[in-house]
Each structure stands twice: as structure tokens, then as C-alpha cells.
């Protein structure tokens, strides 16, 4: 039953930063803290219906989780 709650957090840790990589691509970024204010980052502001910018962004993804799952 342990290994249950090992797999559920282990999830849970890469779903975060996975999510947060792949919102960067967006148009909109994230906000992260610098010098005590949040500001936007956004490494390309690529819109949200792009078809080239989501089928990239759903690689990574997959990638990223067939990556957590052999390791």
C-alpha cells in the first residue's frame, strides 16, 4: 500500500513543474517572483490555438511523462 503513496507524490511533484514548462511556451507565461514583485515570464508568446506551438508543447509532454515512467 506504501508504493501506492510513493507513485501519488511522485506524481504530484512532476505534474507541477511540468505544467509550468509547458505554460512558458503560452502567450501569457507565468508569474515568478523577482526582486519582491511577480512579474510575467514567457520565453515566446506563441498564442494559444497555434497548431505548430501545441503539437510541440504535446510531444514535450508526452515525452515528459513516458520520462517519469521509466525512471
Do not use: C, Q
Not at 523577482?34 to 508568446?45: K, P, S
Amino acid at each position: 500500500m506504501e508504493l501506492i503513496y510513493v507513485e501519488v507524490m511522485m506524481g504530484s511533484l512532476l505534474m507541477g513543474p511540468s505544467h509550468m514548462i509547458l505554460d512558458i511556451f503560452t502567450e501569457r507565461g507565468v508569474f515568478v517572483k523577482r526582486r519582491g514583485r511577480w512579474v510575467r515570464l514567457a520565453l515566446a508568446h506563441f498564442s494559444y490555438n497555434d497548431v505548430l506551438i501545441n503539437g510541440v508543447a504535446m510531444i514535450m509532454g508526452l515525452l515528459m511523462i513516458f520520462t517519469a515512467y521509466t525512471i
